[in-house]
């Protein structure tokens, strides 16, 4: 997970299945999306978000750093958001 804060604005971008959270009060408000298999299907409707925790898959990662091969995260897997005073 890499953040970089521009002033007000806050930009994340992840790979793999490492998550940032942004706290608001007190709300936890999940900004990545995990790269894993598991994911993947519900991203295409193939299983249901409930049956994520439970899939054989959930740890399969389709993006991590470290391998023989260069992950190219897509522009939209990077997050923006304004911060608002106490985040």
Not at 4 to 17: E, F, K, P, S, T
Not at 19 to 29: C, D, E, F, S
Not at 43 to 71: C, F, K, W, Y
């Amino acid at each position: 997970v890499v953040a970089i804060m521009d002033g007000d604005r806050l930009y994340v971008a992840n790979i793999g299945d490492s998550r940032a959270y942004l706290l608001r009060g007190k709300t936890a408000r999940l900004l990545t999306r995990d790269h894993s298999v598991a994911a993947t299907l519900v991203d295409n409707g193939m299983i249901g978000a409930d049956q994520l925790r439970e899939h054989p898959m959930r740890n399969q990662l389709t993006m991590v750093l470290g391998s023989d091969e260069t992950p190219t995260p897509a522009f939209n897997a990077i997050f923006s958001t304004t911060l608002a005073g106490g985040n």
